[in-house]
């Protein structure tokens, strides 16, 4: 089975940066993504990390240690957009397919 | 790529009736997914078709689920007896041959059963 964790809130200030921890444990690992979903939308592709470090993708970041079954998302100069929905989620191998196993999501709410 | 697109937005229906959803993928994406995303969750896979083939179904894929893409382009996703549980966002997600790692989303299906 599949286990991905994320804290439910986090608040920030406009401007600041905030970090998005997501732990999982899952039989097999394929890669992990992060996905942006504002209320009422489609999640949106973020990034994706299937090997040690840091991707960087102008004002986001993510992390991944296969090692420790750990990633975050690092935002940086917050705006008032990025309020949103983060999902971690977590691609296993099997069956050659490429579902994609969600965490619950983090709610971001980034105030003035 | 005018994007993934899902009909109807919203639908209402009573327990026991019976309700399709349609999913248009990008074109020429071969892969198509099915989740489903209750408020606070994260979306829960259910199904999943490369071409015209079905290739896995979740367990939360009850008998009263069917899914179909005939012609390997569109798919239709089916409830038949339908529950107050079945109520959620139904969305659907296609990927391109040569970039299997992005998924892209459409903008789902509200299902609400009184």
């Known amino acids: 089975g599949q286990n991905i964790d994320q804290p439910t809130e986090m608040t920030a200030t406009e401007g600041a940066i905030v970090q998005i921890n997501c732990t999982y444990q899952?039989?097999?690992?394929?890669?992990l993504f992060w996905y942006q979903q504002h209320a009422g939308e489609a999640p949106t592709f973020l990034s994706y990390n299937v090997l040690d470090g840091l991707e960087e993708k102008g004002r986001f970041s993510s992390f991944l240690s296969r090692s420790k079954g750990y990633s975050y998302l690092l935002l940086k100069e917050l705006q008032m957009k990025d309020s949103a929905s983060y999902l971690c989620a977590v691609r296993s191998p099997a069956n050659n397919d490429y579902k994609l196993s969600f965490g619950a999501g983090t709610t971001v709410t980034v105030r003035a | 790529d005018t994007g993934v697109s899902q009909n109807p937005r919203h639908k209402i229906t009573k327990r026991g009736q019976n309700v399709t959803f349609r999913c248009d993928p990008i074109?020429?994406?071969?892969?198509l997914y099915w989740y489903r995303q209750t408020l606070g969750q994260g979306p829960e896979f259910l199904t999943y078709?490369?071409?015209?083939?079905?290739?896995?179904k979740s367990r939360l894929l009850s008998d009263r689920f069917s899914a179909e893409r005939p012609k390997g382009s569109f798919s239709t996703l089916e409830i038949q007896r339908t529950e107050q549980g079945d109520s959620a966002m139904y969305l659907c997600a296609s990927s391109p041959r040569d970039r299997v790692n992005e998924q892209y989303f459409g903008p789902g299906t509200r299902l609400t059963v009184t």
């Open positions: 899952t039989s097999g690992f394929n890669g």
């Open positions: 078709f490369q071409n015209e083939a079905q290739l896995e």
């Open positions: 074109s020429e994406h071969n892969r």
